[in-house]
């Protein structure tokens, strides 16, 4: 079992920055890519990023390319998801995932792990 807490999620006006934290606890999380993804409400949950297990590859959603940027700290069983240049359209509710590979973690479905979720708020 691998255990997600995000954190991080908040108020912030269009054109600032958040970064969202998610703690991972239980197996070996070096062993897994670990992704962010986001819903809206009424919508199907998005991939928006994913991080390979070592760190060295990355995938990104086109919508958040040049503005988000997934990272991890395999010694303090941490994955972050900088952003910047928020607009109100990255509303929504973040969640973490864990799951084997890099191409499997940008799924939607099948996802071995997942957080609760944290809020963002773009506002105008």
């Known amino acids: 079992?691998?255990?997600l807490v995000e954190s991080g999620g908040g108020l912030v006006q269009a054109?600032?920055?958040?970064r969202l934290s998610c703690a991972?606890?239980?197996?070996?999380?070096?062993?897994?890519a670990m992704g962010w993804f986001r819903r809206v409400p009424g919508k199907a949950r998005e991939f928006v990023a994913a991080v390979s297990w070592g760190g060295g590859s990355w995938k990104y959603a086109d919508s958040v390319k040049g503005r988000f940027t997934i990272s991890r700290?395999?010694?303090a069983n941490m994955?972050?998801?900088?952003?910047?240049?928020?607009?109100?359209?990255d509303t929504a509710v973040y969640?973490?995932?864990a799951d084997p590979t890099l191409f499997t973690v940008t799924r939607t479905?099948?996802?071995?792990?997942?957080g609760k979720g944290t809020q963002v708020i773009v506002s105008p």
Do not use: K
């Open 95 to 97: 969640f973490c995932a």
């Open 109 to 114: 479905t099948g996802i071995q792990y997942w």
């Open 1 to 3: 079992q691998v255990q």
């Open 73 to 75: 700290d395999n010694a």
């Open 79 to 89: 994955v972050y998801l900088q952003m910047n240049s928020l607009t109100p359209e």
């Open 24 to 32: 991972a606890s239980g197996r070996s999380f070096s062993n897994y």
């Open 15 to 18: 054109g600032g920055s958040l």
